[in-house]
């Protein structure tokens, strides 16, 4: 995987480390023992301090007398140094990568449509994509595959926007697998009225189901579905001149419309996920001076790239916007080999968007899957010029907490 290859002897001069480029590069030392594999901002100062000669009484690691090889590949950012990284590691240490890179699962909001009476968790173990080809679907007709909403910067925050969005419907919150029998007591969640109560019958399986639908599409449109439907009964109630349901009504639209606005834009349904990453590039062959850019691809929860884009004019007449797309669409698309490696790409993805300070931009693709290629086209170029971007990712406090019944 590494593109550039150089055979070392201790007994080179400092002219060795002069050849090496100043920039970030993820690298592999090859000699005694295993490989030592890492990523750097910058390759010659990273193996100078690692190859030459050690100081006397120091006890900083130095590797001058074991390496023989080193193997490195340039990149544009850190992002794409912690893609090659991942895929370095996983391929050199299959048994130990994922303890090396200390990678995070991203808390997810787990809708378990499998159970006869869906219910939502949080969770960080993704499990398995519904069919997304009708042919499939139509293999298992009536198969229900349980489907997770993320990714959440933390699980903190993960419970507490599942558990103030549920506050709005009444679909159950216990984890037991129900067997409905009117003899059954409830818990408080029923006495409070926030349950439509399906363990002791207190509603028809239909009903019960309906609920579930109408969370479900508050998931898949970001909260949008319920705004909506208490702006037309409240203008409804108004109209019939029933102000003071049209103000009970009001009251929950003002406390639904902070909630969503707090939700990170990338929370989507994971399996429906398409983001395009863009991350500042190497000088091109041929358009070294000209800026350019390396597009990062996350679909069916894998990263593909990094794929150049070069601002350099071209010589027919053709606007960035055509280019981008026809760039786009060479991409070839990671095919993850099971769920765990879903999960690892998922979580590179949520370490880096959620950086304090990150480089680069994201763009994300609406649930018809068209992206917003203006946008693209201005975050382009933005990048390559280095600049920040102009919309920040809302954060989502979690000081609010307010407490739960048991």
Known sequence: MPTQKLSFSADLDESFFLELPPGPAVFILRGEGDPYVSKTANLRKRLQRLLSPPAEQSKRLNLRDRVREIEFTLSGSDFESQILLYRILRETFPQSYAARLKLRPAPLVKFHLENEYPRASVTTRLGKFPPNTAEAREAVPGAKTN????PFPSRAVAEKFASDALDFFKMRRCVEDLHPHPSFPGCVYSEMKMCLAPCFQGC??????HEVGRVRTFFDTQGQSLIREFSEQRDRASADLAFEDAAAIHAKLEKL?????????????VDQLQALIVQPGLPLEGAAISPSVSLFLFRGCAISGPLPFSLAPVAESRSMESRLEEAMGNFVSAKPANISERSEHLAILKRWHYRSTRVGEIFLADRNGQWPMRRIVRGVSRVARGEKPQEETPTFSVSQTSPRPS
């Open 204 to 209: 028809t399986d239909g009903e019960y189901h």
């Open 147 to 150: 489907l997770y909403y993320g």
């Open 257 to 269: 419309k902070p909630l969503i606005g707090q939700l990170p834009e990338i929370v989507r349904r």
